[in-house]
């Protein structure tokens, strides 16, 4: 199967039922750039830019500020401030939150036309196996990691049979490799003894597999088998919170909650760009408010840095120059291919 992800086709319902997700497969990893913990949400105190317009004026030409330069002045400078309206001030209806949530969509599909599943794999075993070690670290680390361990292990009958020990030294890399390998092992045996050894298109299979709950059963089915779902990691509910699309802590609540603001179809894609988002622009610990490009959308502008060219230093990936997180990006993928194990990954 190609790595080209299938984008949103809509063939079914991922639902939204009971979840397993005390597996090791949904513990909300983080970036391993010490950002571990996010920033406090709703602080509640968001600044407000002085000549902030009453309306907000983002659009196509916000979006596209991040990457122009007009009369000298960089993009982010050109960044429009928030509109008064964004969910503060004033007690926003659910109306106007569900209008403002899907023009942030639309605007985050413009600015990241290219968003897609930031974890390499070539078919169905090979994303949930990967999905399943993200925990607790970056996609990055499970891209520099899974080559040698695809190679040593294609298929689910492979690693069903593997030597615990010849496994968890392969994953090593992505922390908690003893308890990842235990569900490696665990939910090969599954496939190859309840499944042919094909992984399932369906929630409810997939969730009965050790080590994989709703999180990564989302990912699996929205970008293997067509199915929508959303994907609630540790960006996206940091981002819906301060989005004020939801107040819900719980990831299942979450995703509740966003699936019903949004049309299905929406689901997987709108879970890529707000990911996107998050590892780019709207950092747990100090977002780039200043170079963001749908802050008049935003009621939690001013958590982060506000001045233009300060916040235009901490755009990460494509949008500050670094290389991004997977080894094997697709052809659109406008920055850098990320680097293998052990070489230097940022300028
Ligand atoms: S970077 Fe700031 S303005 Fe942009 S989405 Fe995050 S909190 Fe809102």
Redesign the pocket.
């Known amino acids: 199967m190609s790595n080209k992800p299938v984008r949103a086709q809509a063939k079914g319902s991922a639902g939204v039922t009971a979840a397993q997700n005390s597996a090791v497969g949904e513990q909300a990893p983080e970036e391993a750039s010490g950002t571990a913990r996010p920033a406090p949400e709703g602080k509640g105190s968001a600044k407000k830019p002085p000549g902030a317009p009453a309306r907000a004026t983002a659009g196509k030409t916000a979006s596209k500020t991040a990457s122009k330069t007009v009369n000298g002045t960089p993009a982010a400078s050109r960044v429009p401030a928030?509109a008064r309206s964004a969910g503060k001030g004033r007690a926003e209806s659910r109306l106007a939150m569900v209008r403002r949530a899907r023009r942030i969509n639309r605007e985050l599909a413009d600015v990241y036309p290219y968003a897609h599943p930031e974890l390499d794999f070539r078919n169905p075993f090979e994303l949930l196996v990967a999905t399943v070690l993200s925990a607790q670290t970056t996609d990055l680390r499970v891209n520099q990691t899974t080559p040698a361990l695809f190679a040593a292990y294609p298929t689910p009958e492979d690693m069903a049979g593997a030597v615990p020990e010849e496994l968890e030294e392969l994953i090593r890399p992505t922390g908690f490799f003893r308890m990842k390998a235990k569900s490696l092992m665990g939910l090969s045996q599954a496939l190859r003894d309840r499944f042919d050894g094909e992984v399932p298109g369906r929630l409810e299979d997939l969730v009965t597999l050790p080590g994989v709950g709703r999180k990564t059963a989302n990912v699996v089915l929205g970008n293997v088998f067509g199915v929508p779902g959303i994907t609630v990691d540790t960006h996206f509910g940091r981002?819906a919170r301060?989005?004020k699309w939801t107040e819900q802590e719980d990831p299942e609540k979450v995703e509740a909650e966003i699936c019903a603001i949004f049309p299905k179809s929406e689901w997987t894609m709108l879970s890529h760009r707000v990911v996107f988002?998050g590892r780019r622009?709207?950092h747990a610990r100090n977002?780039?408010?200043g170079a963001?490009p749908?802050?008049p959308l935003?009621p939690?502008?001013?958590?982060?840095e506000t001045d233009p060219e300060k916040a235009k230093k901490l755009l990460k990936y494509e949008k500050g120059g670094y290389p991004g997180q997977r080894l094997s990006p697709p052809p659109d993928y406008p920055g850098l291919p990320a680097s293998p194990l052990g070489a230097r990954t940022e300028p």
């Open positions: 928030p981002l301060r989005f988002h622009i709207c977002p780039a408010c963001c749908i802050a935003c939690a502008y001013g958590e982060g």
